[in-house]
């Protein structure tokens, strides 16, 4: 099992299906504990129910609450919490919890992709911005502004906090919530000019 977890990689899957039949072993369990500590979700699904309705004396009812609660006992021995259960023949595609095992992994992969093309997005631009900000850096260590982004006067804090922003795509609201969420902002100075309140930035880590 160790090296089953170490081969399959699972840290890099969204979402885990456990299928099982027949019994619930310890290795399921092992399974779906290691995806409860990876914070991977989940689903167990027993296929092959027509067999265990065709072996079985049990009523359907009956025999469904069984399996279902032998796999959350298993489960909740080694404290791992109740995962979706679905209880699926292969023979019978409409009934059974099939409908409700489609309609849930739709629901789960429109999610997926959703956040997962929004953390796209969000790592694409952190990388863009990163390299953005080390070659302003490498300019104001050159102390080349005035060449590079057309800064008249870089003492000049409005100018360059206005260029700056142009350039990141800033605005004045933004960059003050910024500033505020900042752990230690060096400098960050409030001041009146037309009437209005604006933020300037001198230096913040970055």
Not at 185 to 201: A, C, E, K, N, Y
Request: with cysteine; net charge negative.
């Amino acid at each position: 099992m160790e090296n089953y977890l170490e081969e399959m990689d699972f840290s890099q899957y969204d979402l885990i299906i456990i299928i099982a039949s027949e019994q619930f072993s310890s290795n399921h369990v092992k399974l779906a504990k290691a995806m409860q500590s990876m914070r991977r979700r989940f689903y167990v699904v027993w296929t092959k129910l027509d067999r265990d309705l065709d072996t079985s004396a049990l009523p359907e009812p009956q025999l469904r609450e069984n399996i279902i609660k032998n796999i959350q006992e298993n489960l909740q021995k080694e404290g791992v919490e109740k995962p979706p259960i679905f209880l699926v023949s292969n023979f019978s595609p409409d009934s059974h919890d099939f409908p409700k095992l489609r309609e849930t992994l739709t629901e789960d992969l429109h999610s997926i992709r959703y956040n997962g093309l929004f953390r796209t997005l969000f790592l694409v631009c952190e990388e863009i911005i990163s390299k953005k900000v080390e070659f302003v850096k490498g300019i104001i260590k050159e102390n080349n502004l005035t060449k590079q982004f057309k800064i008249s006067d870089p003492n000049n804090l409005e100018e360059c906090q206005k260029v700056f922003q142009e350039n990141f795509g800033v605005d004045d609201k933004s960059l003050h919530q910024v500033a505020l969420n900042m752990s230690h902002p060096q400098v960050i100075q409030d001041h009146q000019q037309d009437g209005r309140t604006m933020s300037l930035l001198h230096y913040l880590p970055v």
